[in-house]
């Protein structure tokens, strides 16, 4: 099983990027995938999650209404569309993914995890 993140970089206040989450191994109509993040010296904070069967969609309050996470199962790859960007969301960015249905921003719930795409938001 990989996941690999990529689509990171420098962006300015308010800008949007794209990161992207490549599974092999797993299949996405099997495991919920998961987007997380984690600043310096913070705990790893759970933003967004698509659900296997049903495509459901779920996002923590801090980034709802500016990130949408979607889903190509032809490219077996994840999607993170991240708009409006503040300098507080500057982390190291990871995708992860579940096979069972417990809490989808619970690290724990989750088996296989990437290695992280760096964001940096300049203010």
């Known amino acids: 099983v990989q996941l690999v993140e990529s689509g990171g970089g420098l962006v300015q206040a308010g800008g949007s990027l794209r990161l992207s989450c490549a599974v092999s191994g797993v299949s996405l109509d099997a495991n919920n995938i998961g987007w997380f993040r984690q600043a310096p010296g913070k705990e790893r904070e759970g933003l967004s999650c698509i659900t296997a069967q049903d495509r459901r969609e779920n996002y923590a309050d801090s980034v709802r209404g500016r990130f949408t996470i979607s889903r190509d199962n032809a490219k077996n790859t994840v999607y993170l569309q991240m708009n409006s960007l503040k300098p507080e969301d500057t982390a190291v960015y990871f995708c992860?993914?579940?096979?069972?249905?417990?809490?989808?921003?619970?690290?724990?719930?989750?088996?296989?995890w990437g290695q992280g795409t760096q964001v940096t938001v300049s203010s």
């Open positions: 992860a993914a579940s096979g069972n249905s417990g809490s989808p921003f619970y690290t724990s719930n989750y088996d296989y």
